[in-house]
């Protein structure tokens, strides 16, 4: 299986991105799939999670500001951020969840990570 992520880069406080994460090896629509990030000294966190039934989840920080979706015909797994903070400066990543995350419980073996995409968000 591979994981490639886009679509980071550098904006401003309140600024949006669309990250995309174009999965092969494996159908998005069997399983569940989530966004994580790690920032600069800090573990990686899973931030987004959407299951197989559709079922979307989020962190607390993110909430109402990222939402998760896929196009199971492209096999793409996507990240919308709107006002953005500096808070949210990390390198994302997706994968197969594992933890705990709103209303849900993942315990997914994570896949072999992929590189990654940077988002730097200055204020």
């Known amino acids: 299986v591979q994981l490639q992520a886009s679509g980071g880069g550098m904006v401003q406080a309140g600024g949006s991105l669309r990250l995309s994460c174009v999965v092969s090896g494996m159908s998005v629509s069997n399983s569940a799939t989530g966004w994580y990030r790690q920032a600069p000294g800090k573990q990686r966190e899973l931030v987004a999670v959407?299951?197989?039934?559709?079922?979307?989840n989020y962190e607390a920080s993110v909430q109402d500001r990222f939402t998760i979706s896929r196009d199971n015909g492209k096999n793409t797994l996507y990240l919308q951020m709107i006002n953005l903070k500096p808070e949210d400066t990390a390198v994302y990543y997706c994968?197969?969840?594992?933890?705990?995350?709103?209303?849900?419980?993942?315990?997914?073996?994570?896949?072999?990570w992929g590189q990654g995409t940077p988002v730097t968000v200055s204020s």
């Open positions: 959407m299951s197989t039934g559709g079922i979307k």
């Open positions: 994968n197969t969840p594992r933890g705990i995350l709103g209303s849900g419980s993942y315990a997914y073996t994570p896949l072999v």
